[in-house]
């Protein structure tokens, strides 16, 4: 895996800035990825088969979608991989992405403990159950770091509430999904999880899927490539080849494949060429 810390990452942007050729271009691409697409063992998939097709290598950094958009603000990375909606237009209306090409989507879901103390199971819907669980101050875990993930639970909190709650029922632990998903099962709290990750964990865990199919559940990722102009020395020549094959046929059926074998379901759905 090329799972890159933060300071690895700077130092590898300067590296590469220094060893770039006369038109800017480096071979190294370098991503920001949202957790979920790391995290799942989707990227790695990815990559092996890119690497494999094209002389270019990439590196990644898994991260929340806010600081993964910040990394391509600052021109730390060449392209990022989110699922941030709202975030991602205010990115490209300020200048600092471009191309933006959807790739797949999968859901979100509200998952809980079995014995259920909201009775979120029966809510009917995302913004139902958020309210029961506010009216019963039972335990939710809020990952708390502006994720994608995070994005959507504050947008379904206002739905339900008119704003973000707070108490001590509700906990923002400012940790990725996994660790939410942990604390959540340690503590018999509810979360907002995406189903990948839930699905590459769920063993660990004694959560149970209590919402699902929401239409306001629904997860879109995307690649944008950081603006070149913005930052004349990012490796946007790679950023664009790496968003042409995953959108192409080769990328898209990769997606559409991973986890047949280890979890008997896709995890993501393709539509780049819907």
Request: aromatic residues 8%; charged residues 20%; proline residues 3%.
């Amino acid at each position: 895996m090329r799972l890159l810390g933060l300071g690895l990452l700077l130092i590898l942007v300067m590296s590469a800035a220094v060893s770039c050729t006369s038109t800017g271009e480096r071979q190294t691409v370098l991503l920001a990825v949202t957790t979920s697409v790391d995290h799942t063992g989707l990227l790695d998939a990815l990559a092996e088969a890119f690497e494999a097709s094209s002389p270019y290598y990439l590196e990644w950094v898994a991260v929340g979608t806010g600081q993964a958009l910040k990394l391509g603000q600052n021109g730390d990375v060449d392209a990022v991989f989110v699922h941030g909606g709202d975030l991602e237009e205010a990115f490209i209306s300020a200048g600092w992405g471009v191309e933006r090409s959807r790739v797949m989507w999968n859901s979100f879901a509200i998952v809980g403990p079995a014995y259920d103390p909201a009775g979120v199971a029966d809510a009917g819907g995302a913004v139902s159950a958020l309210s029961r669980v506010a009216g019963t101050e039972s335990i939710f875990v809020s990952r708390g770091d502006d994720s994608g993930t995070h994005l959507v639970e504050r947008a379904l909190w206002g739905h339900a509430l008119g704003d973000v709650p707070s108490g001590s029922w509700y906990l923002e632990v400012g940790q990725g999904m996994a660790s939410a998903l942990r604390i959540a099962s340690e503590r018999g709290g509810y979360t907002l999880t995406d189903t990948a990750t839930l699905a590459v964990m769920e063993k660990e865990l004694t959560l149970e899927v209590l919402i699902d199919g929401d239409p306001l559940l629904h997860n879109q990722y995307s690649v944008i490539a950081v603006n070149p102009g913005r930052h004349p020395r990012i490796n946007h020549a790679g950023a664009l080849a790496f968003m042409e094959w995953i959108t192409g046929e080769q990328g898209q059926e990769i997606i559409r494949r991973f986890g047949l074998n280890g979890f008997e379901r896709p995890l993501f759905e393709p539509n780049a060429m819907d």
